[in-house]
């Protein structure tokens, strides 16, 4: 893609020069109401060329600096998101570990009951 972008470019300076060579005739330039300037065509045409390389350029780096910025965002939003996943995993983990503690006890208090209930079941038999 870079190949055909500087082809690109390098053909419409090569014609931009081209026509420069065959136009040096002065024309007049008014930029403001009551200023005017003489100047050869070529220059006024490789001026142009020049402002609108300037300004495309200008604005591609607007462009990649807005880009910049909305990454920085994204992966900021994705570093949030990913310590409050940890955050809520430890919560999940402390949790399950309280849930184990509460069940605990309850299985040692009715562990005795059971083992007297077998004994009283045996003892009948």
Not at 35 to 45: D, F, N, S, T, Y
Not at 58 to 79: D, H, P, Y
Request: net charge negative; glycine share 2%.
């Amino acid at each position: 893609m870079r190949q055909i972008n500087f082809l690109i470019i390098f053909a419409m300076c090569l014609a931009l020069v081209l026509f420069s060579l065959e136009n040096t005739q002065a024309v007049p330039i008014q930029v403001v109401q009551g200023v005017q300037v003489q100047a050869p065509l070529c220059i006024e045409l490789i001026f142009a060329m020049g402002l609108g390389a300037i300004l495309a350029w200008i604005f591609s780096v607007w462009a990649r600096f807005q880009r910049m910025l909305a990454t920085r965002s994204e992966q900021r939003q994705k570093r949030q998101q990913e310590q409050r996943i940890q955050e809520l995993e430890q919560e999940v983990a402390r949790c399950k570990a309280e849930l184990e503690q509460q069940n605990q006890p309850a299985n040692s208090e009715l562990l005795p009951e059971a083992t007297i209930d077998a004994e009283v079941l045996t003892q009948s038999k």
